[in-house]
């Protein structure tokens, strides 16, 4: 509940951790669709469909990508495409996802969100797409501030094809078909520039393919997002404005006996303290267990 997370053994408020995040923040939930979570509610997040949650510990994030999910409206730019809003049930169960459609020009077709970026820092940048007639989607950092970068991804078979001068990327499935495509890449240049999502004919495709698209065919994208660090995030939904997720704080005095406390996250990783802090603040991630045992 708000402020609180309890443990389930024992049966007592021994294992219990307190939760403060004064902010809404987002989780995938056992139906595989991403909701919102009021202020202060730990969030339980499920990596499968069906399967354990996993408690999602995340450092504050701000989405700098104004109307996250309006792919219609004109703080977006628009270069041989056109848009059918509301075309598809969404990752939030919702029929609020965009079907982005490449026109007949012998162009490149493409949807792009401008941002403020600083040198030096380093940027992710995301979007939600469906494979829809295209399977191949392309996301572009714009050039004035991150120069001639690119990369690929394949929404049948969930792969990233080729790419250039980016630091990381990653795609992950969700439910209904439903990818999150994200690259990493720091800016080397200080400057307001854009965020591309392209579409392209083949996972080798280059950087900002042109082609001859028919006014019909295309694919499904919900929820751009940018961010500044080294990784995605839980998606943070945006309007006129950019939006911060605040840090998740969860913590518990240790039993007095406490002389181990093991925390296991989703990938198996552990992290060990044999050091016993009077407070323990839980670590950032996708936490599996925490083990606070009397015994090294």
Known sequence: KAGKT??????NPNGDFTVVRNTTATRVNRAGFIE????????????????????????????????SNDFTSSTKTYNSVLTTANATTSPDSATNATKLIATTSNNFHRIFSNSNF??????????????????????????????????????????????????????????????????????????STDFTTALITSLTAPRLESFVGNNVDGFFIYGMAIEIGSTISSYIPTTNAAVTRNADVITRTPPAETLKITTTFSNNTTQVLTTIPTTYTTPEGIIKSIIMSSTV
């Open 36 to 67: 919102e979570v009021a202020a202060n509610v730990p969030r339980l997040t499920y990596l499968t469909v069906g399967g354990n949650p996993f408690l999602l510990d995340e450092p504050q994030r701000t989405n700098l990508v104004t109307f």
């Open 6 to 11: 309890y443990s389930l053994l024992p049966e």
């Open 118 to 191: 600083i040198s030096g820092n380093i940027y992710t940048f995301s979007i939600f797409a469906k494979k829809g007639e295209y399977e191949f989607i392309q996301l572009v950092p714009g050039f004035a501030a991150f120069n001639i970068a690119f990369v690929n991804f394949d929404l049948l078979n969930g792969v990233v094809g080729s790419s250039l001068n980016i630091i990381s990327s990653s795609i992950i499935e969700l439910k209904g078909g439903w990818f999150r495509c994200s690259f990493t890449k720091a800016a080397t240049t200080t400057s």
